[in-house]
């Protein structure tokens, strides 16, 4: 049984930060993703991740600000979140897998609770 719990959210002014945490257990060999969800809007893929982290995808719209890895040591995945913009303000999710690189979510067995973030304009 994988159990997800995501930390780290909170309330950045727009162009800021903020590390996303997911820490993880029973996890091994999954692939990872993380998605969101805006209020009235459907869950969206944002980031994945193979096992190994030598695999990663993002979606279009945060392709070149955000970052996802992995420190499998720690049971830990993580995402970078940098030049953030009111538009990024979602509940965000981490969720595992075992279809490398998936966007769907109907593709992830496991969820965490969410984290919010809000990035102020």
């Known amino acids: 049984q994988v159990q997800l719990v995501e930390s780290g959210g909170g309330l950045v002014q727009s162009g800021g930060s903020l590390r996303l945490s997911c820490a993880a257990s029973?996890?091994?060999?999954?692939?990872m993703g993380w998605f969101r969800q805006a209020p009235g809007k459907e869950r969206e893929f944002v980031a994945a991740?193979?096992?190994?982290?030598?695999?990663?995808y993002y979606s279009s719209s945060v392709k070149g600000r955000f970052t996802v890895s992995r420190d499998n040591a720690k049971n830990t995945v993580y995402l970078q979140m940098n030049s953030l913009k009111p538009e990024d303000t979602a509940v965000y999710y981490c969720?595992?897998?075992?279809?490398?690189?998936?966007?769907?979510?109907?593709?992830?067995?496991?969820w965490g609770p969410g984290t919010q973030v809000t990035v102020s304009s």
């Open positions: 969720a595992a897998t075992r279809y490398l690189g998936s966007a769907r979510i109907g593709d992830y067995n496991y």
């Open positions: 029973g996890f091994s060999n999954y692939a």
């Open positions: 991740i193979s096992w190994s982290g030598g695999n990663t």
